[in-house]
C-alpha cells in the first residue's frame, strides 16, 4: 500500500487540524490500519469501526431501511456509512466502505466482486465504485485500500 499517500494525507490533515473515521466492512479495517503505519496518525484517526455484520451496521447507526432496500452491498449503504461514522466521531472526514469480496456463485450474483467507498465532507460525498478482478481477498483489499486513499488525497487537495 502506498505509504507516500498515507503520510501526505496524515501531514495535510494535521497541518489543517482536521479529523477522519472510518467505518469499515470488507477492508477489514485496512484503510484505518494504513494510515496508523504513518507517525502522527492519532492526531487525525479518530476512530474506526469494522462492521463487518448487519447487526453491528446498524448498532452505529447505519438505517436498516437503506440495507433493506438496496442491500448492504450498495453506494447508498456506503454514503450512510461515512456520514454516521462521521457524526458518531464528529469527524471532518468520513469514510465508508461496503462490498462482498468473493468467489461468485450461482445463488448469489449479485454485488460480488464489488465495492463501494463514500467519502463524507460536510455535506458532499464523494464516491467510487470498484469492480475486482484479482484473485484473493487480500489482494482486493490492498486495491480498495489505494483507491480509497487516492480519493481522499484529492478530496483534502
Do not use: H, P, W
Not at 450512510?80 to 445463488?107: C, P, Q, R
Not at 464489488?114 to 467510487?128: Q, S
Amino acid at each position: 500500500m502506498n505509504n507516500e499517500i498515507s503520510k501526505y494525507i496524515v501531514e495535510t490533515l494535521t497541518k489543517r487540524n482536521k479529523t477522519m473515521a472510518t467505518m469499515e466492512s470488507c477492508t477489514g479495517g485496512l484503510i484505518a490500519s494504513t494510515i496508523t503505519n504513518i507517525d502522527g496518525a492519532s492526531e487525525i484517526l479518530k476512530f474506526s469501526a469494522i462492521t463487518y455484520s448487519n447487526e453491528y451496521k446498524v448498532k452505529m447507526g447505519v438505517d436498516r431501511e437503506l440495507i433493506d432496500k438496496y442491500s448492504v452491498y450498495s453506494m447508498e449503504v456506503a454514503r450512510n456509512m461515512a456520514l454516521k461514522i462521521s457524526e458518531f466521531t464528529k469527524a471532518d472526514y468520513g469514510i465508508g466502505v461496503t462490498g462482498k469480496l468473493g468467489k461468485e456463485d450461482l445463488y448469489n450474483k449479485i454485488g460480488n466482486n464489488i465495492v463501494y467507498v463514500a467519502i463524507y465532507d460536510n455535506n458532499k460525498y464523494y464516491e467510487l465504485e470498484i469492480k475486482i478482478t484479482c484473485e484473493t481477498k487480500e489482494q482486493a483489499k490492498k486495491i480498495v485500500v489505494n483507491q480509497t486513499l487516492d480519493l481522499l488525497k484529492e478530496v483534502i487537495g
